[in-house]
């Protein structure tokens, strides 16, 4: 079998079982077990692919096809242009979560002032990391979960910024709230907090199949309670904790959770949400002083 048959052949069987991008998809997947990049598959569509080849990604696509994402079948996703290992550790990074990046990148290039930038929850560390290869201020990721900081600091290594980013193990602000120096030392703060919002009816999304993979993601990474805001009540109760801080907090939501949101945030300065580009109301905007 030549690598244009198999990925027709795939394509078919991924496009069969309700896959958006099962062309995409099954590039992906060979382009990992050949161990080249996409070009590759397009160049030289008529190369014969050994038994073993062949073998092993039949194997992947069934995989697949059971639901397990293709990110944590070859270990990696792209975020923000940038190359990010991910496991089942970490949440798989989203495209619409780079709208929180860009905001984060606008508000650091405008600020006349030095910036620290907190990281809550970093899983894979792709926010910060993308932001660390862009900008020279000090960056502090968060997560309760030893083994996504290893994920986040492994990924750091990879991009070179590891000694740009200092990585505390914590719920949300406590390790900072309890070494009120990190912030002390800051002139403004931006954090970002892509927590879990997914609410407590979040298993009947497995029944469409782009939500499949969810229930092989870390359930710590996507549940937010009844309602899905448990963590973003808890997070404002630290903030309102904190005194003389110049803050600004970027939230992505779920696009139902706007109101509850301001409800939450009702002592901050202004709030603003964004749509993404989907026409969601996905990124809250809380300025706190």
């Known amino acids: 079998m030549i ?17 958006k991008l099962p062309r995409l998809e099954a590039e992906i997947l060979l382009s990992w077990v050949l161990k080249k990049p996409r070009e590759f598959l397009l160049a030289h569509a008529e190369r014969q692919l050994t038994p073993k080849q062949i073998s092993n990604f039949q194997f992947q696509i069934s995989r697949r096809l059971k639901g397990v994402p293709a ?18 550790n970490v949440l798989i990074p989203r495209p619409e979560t780079e709208l929180m990046v860009d905001e984060a990148a606008n508000l650091i ?34 997560d309760i979960s030893p083994k996504a ?4 600091k492994k990924n750091a290594r990879a991009h070179w910024v590891d000694k740009k980013i200092k990585f505390l193990k914590g ?15 800051a002139s403004s703060l931006i954090i970002l907090a892509n927590l879990p919002y997914l609410d407590s009816k979040w298993k009947n999304l497995l029944k469409s199949s782009d939500s499949l993979g969810l229930k092989y993601e870390p359930k710590i990474a996507i549940t937010g309670g009844p309602d899905g805001l448990d963590l973003y009540r808890k997070l404002a109760k630290q903030i309102k904790s904190l005194k ?3 803050l600004t907090l970027l939230c992505e939501i779920d696009h139902r959770h706007g109101p509850k949101m301001k409800k939450i945030f009702s002592f901050a300065k ?6 993404d580009l989907a026409g969601l109301n996905r990124l809250a905007i809380i300025k706190i002083a």
Not at 71 to 82: I, M, N, S, V
Not at 149 to 152: E, F, M, S
Not at 171 to 185: A, E, V
Not at 270 to 275: G, N, T, Y
């Open 3 to 19: 690598i244009k048959q198999a990925l027709k052949l795939a394509t078919a069987e991924l496009s069969a079982h309700g896959l």
């Open 71 to 88: 990110a944590y079948l070859t270990g990696h996703k792209e975020f923000y242009g940038l190359d990010f290992f991910v496991n089942k």
């Open 109 to 142: 290039a405008h600020s006349s002032q030095p910036i620290t930038l907190i990281d809550i929850g970093t899983g894979s560390g792709c926010m910060v990391i993308a932001l660390a290869k862009l900008f020279n201020q000090k960056f502090i990721a968060v």
């Open 149 to 152: 900081l290893a994920v986040a």
């Open 171 to 185: 719920n949300l602000l406590s390790p900072l709230i309890k070494n009120y120096k990190f912030l002390l030392l």
């Open 244 to 246: 003389k801080v110049n």
């Open 270 to 275: 202004k709030i603003q949400i964004k749509k």
